[in-house]
C-alpha cells in the first residue's frame, strides 16, 4: 500500500498535481456523472420519441429544449458562482437532479416531461461547469493539455457506457441505478475542500488582480468564441440523432444505442492523441487536425450505407468531436488561467450552449427533409466552416506576429 501510494504520489509531481485529493475526487464525480447524463439523456430523448407523448412536428422543438436549459444554465452560471461556494452549488444540484429523476416515474407520459428536459439540461450543464472549473485549478503546468485529454477520455469511457447499459437495462432500473450514482456522486463531492465566496475587493487589489471585462473576453478572442460556436452547433446534436440515424438503416432502439455507445468508445483513442498535440504543438493546431480528420471521414461516409463502414467512420468522427470539446477546455484554460478562469470558461460554454440550441433544431430538420443523408450533409457543412475559421484565425495571428 506505502509503494503504491508513492507511485502515485510521484505522478502526481511529476504532472504538477498539487491538490491531490480534489484532482481524484473531482475525476470520479466526473466519471460517474458522465455515465448517468449519457444514459439518462439518451433514454429519456428515445422514450419521449416512441411514447408520442408530443405531436412529430413538435420533436425537434423539444428535443431541443435540454439545450435551451443548458444555456441559461450558462447564463446564470457567473451569477450564482459569485453568490455561493463551488461545493455547495454542485451538493444542492446533485439533491435536484435526484428529486427530477424520481419525478419521470410519475411525469414522463405527460407533457411536463417537457419541462424536465428543459431542467435536466440546466441542472447537467451546471455539474459540467462547476467540474470543469476545478479541473482549470487542478490541471496546471506543462502537461495541461493532456490532462484535460485524460479527463476527456475518461469523459468518453464514461458516456459510451452509458450508452450502452441503454440496451441491457430496462428504463426504470437504469434510472434507479443513476439515482444510485446521483447519491454517490453528492458524497464524493462532500470530500472536496470548500472554497470560499470571494469577498469585495479594494480598488487596488482589483487593479492588481487585472481581471477582464466581458467586453475585453470577448474582444480578445473573438474567432475562438465563433469556432466554439459553430463547433457546437455543428457537433452537439450528434448523440441525440445518431441513434435516430442508426434506426434510419434499420436498427431496432436497443440496437441504436449500442450503435451509439460503440462510436462513443471506439473514438476514444483519439482524445490523448488531441491532448498529446495540444502539448506538443499548440491547442489551435491540434484542434485544427481534429476537424481536417472529421471532414475526411464524412466525406467517405455519405459513400456508404454499410453498417459496419459508417459504425467505423463515425467513431473517428465522435473521437474527433470530443476531442474538439476537451482542447476547446483545455486552450480557455491556457488563455485565462488565474482570476478570469470562471469568467472564460462560462464564455466558452455559453457559445457552446447557444450553439447546443440550434444544433438538434437543425440537424432535426435536415434529417426530416432528407433523411439519413440530411445528418451527414449537416455535420460536413459544419465542419467545412469551422476549419475555413481555423485558417483565419491562424493567418491572422501569424500575420500579427510578423507586424
Known sequence: MKLLTQIFNKNFDHYGISQKRDFLCVLVVFGLFSSVFAFVSTFLNLKIQNLHVFPD???????????VGSFFGTLFFPYFSKKFSLKRMLLLTFLVLDLGYLSIFLLLKTS???????????LHRWVFLILYVYQGKIFLGAYQARLFSFAGLLYGVCVAFGSYEISFLSFEKGLWFSIFLIVSC??????LKKDQIKKPKASLEKSLEQELSAQD??????????????GYVTFYGFSTYYPFFGEGLGLSEAESGSFLAFAQFFGLFLIPVGGYLGDKFGHEKSVFFMILLILSVLGFAFLTENISLLSFFFALAEGAMVSFYTMTIAWIAFL???SNLVKGIAFLNLAAQAGSILSPLGMGIMMQLFGNKGFIAWLFIGTSTILGLLVIRMIFHTTSSKS
Do not use: E
Open 57 to 67: 412536428s413538435w420533436m425537434a422543438f423539444v428535443l431541443a429544449l435540454p439545450y
Open 112 to 122: 411536463i416531461s417537457g419541462f424536465l428536459l428543459f431542467l435536466f439540461g440546466l
Open 186 to 191: 453528492f458524497f464524493i463531492s462532500s470530500k
Open 217 to 230: 473576453i470577448i474582444k480578445q478572442n473573438a474567432l475562438f468564441f465563433l469556432i466554439v460556436f459553430v
Open 336 to 338: 485565462y488561467p488565474t
